[in-house]
């Protein structure tokens, strides 16, 4: 079982909103920055969001937000090429370590 | 551009040793922290390891404590993974990562391509 709560898939149409959630607590998304990684098709991980900030050549589409121990992915005006999972993770000083969501899987219809 | 290349990465038995590398470049090496993260074959991303910028502090997954040893040498812009013991539950896509800051509690903003680890008799 994973340290942080992701939805295990989300789906949305193209030009959509859609916001996909992380859920943690105080040790870990309470206290740290969190990034998000989008994984196509099992290829390696590219970062869409760390902390506050939007990682060059990523469209601004995308964003991150916090509130208390839940970090939350909005994508803006969804397309096609978003099809893909997305990974939470952020550091847990309880465990002294790093730790992941078990990833959602965003699908465009 | 950074570029984060892996290798070392094959065939080998349960119980051997393999040497994983990542060659860094296209950013300031010895200013950032630098991660080992896995992914077995159907499963989600899992911390392997994590170094701070000078070596200072480092980190491991408790499930390869006392097997795997991480270090970096920041003259040759080099991270390195001893993988010791290693076991069929070790096999996996395993990606050098970069971290946004200088200590290893920092999130990461770049990944390798990865380097497969295989463990089978």
């Known amino acids: 079982q994973s340290a942080l709560t992701q939805e295990a898939s989300v789906s949305g149409t193209v030009g959509q909103k859609v916001t996909l959630s992380c859920t943690g607590n105080s040790n870990n998304i309470g206290s740290y920055a969190v990034g998000w990684y989008q994984q196509i098709s099992h290829g390696a991980p590219k970062t869409v969001m760390f902390g506050n900030s939007l990682p060059s050549g990523i469209p601004d589409r995308f964003s991150g937000s916090k509130s208390g121990t839940t970090a939350s992915l909005t994508i803006s005006g969804l397309q096609p090429e978003d099809e893909a999972d997305y990974y939470c993770?952020?550091?847990?000083?309880?465990?002294?370590?790093?730790?992941f969501g078990g990833g959602t899987k965003l699908t465009v219809l | 551009e950074v570029q984060l290349v892996e290798s070392g990465g094959g065939l080998v038995q349960p119980g051997r040793s393999l040497r994983l590398s990542c060659a860094a470049s296209?950013?300031?090496?010895?200013?950032?922290?630098m991660h080992w993260v896995r992914q077995a074959p159907g499963k989600g991303l899992e911390w392997v390891s994590g170094?701070?910028?000078?070596?200072?502090?480092?980190g491991y997954a408790d499930s390869v404590k006392g097997r795997f040893t991480i270090s970096r040498d920041n003259a040759k812009n080099s991270l390195y993974l001893q993988m010791n013991s290693l076991r069929a539950e070790d096999m996996a896509l395993y990606y050098c990562?970069?971290?946004?800051?200088?200590?290893?509690?920092?999130?990461?903003?770049?990944w390798g391509q990865g380097t497969l680890v295989t463990v089978s008799s």
């Open positions: 990562a970069k971290g946004s800051r200088d200590g290893y509690n920092s999130p990461v903003d770049y």
């Open positions: 993770s952020t550091w847990d000083y309880s465990l002294s370590a790093w730790v």
């Open positions: 170094i701070s910028w000078n070596s200072g502090s480092i």
């Open positions: 296209g950013f300031t090496f010895d200013d950032y922290a």
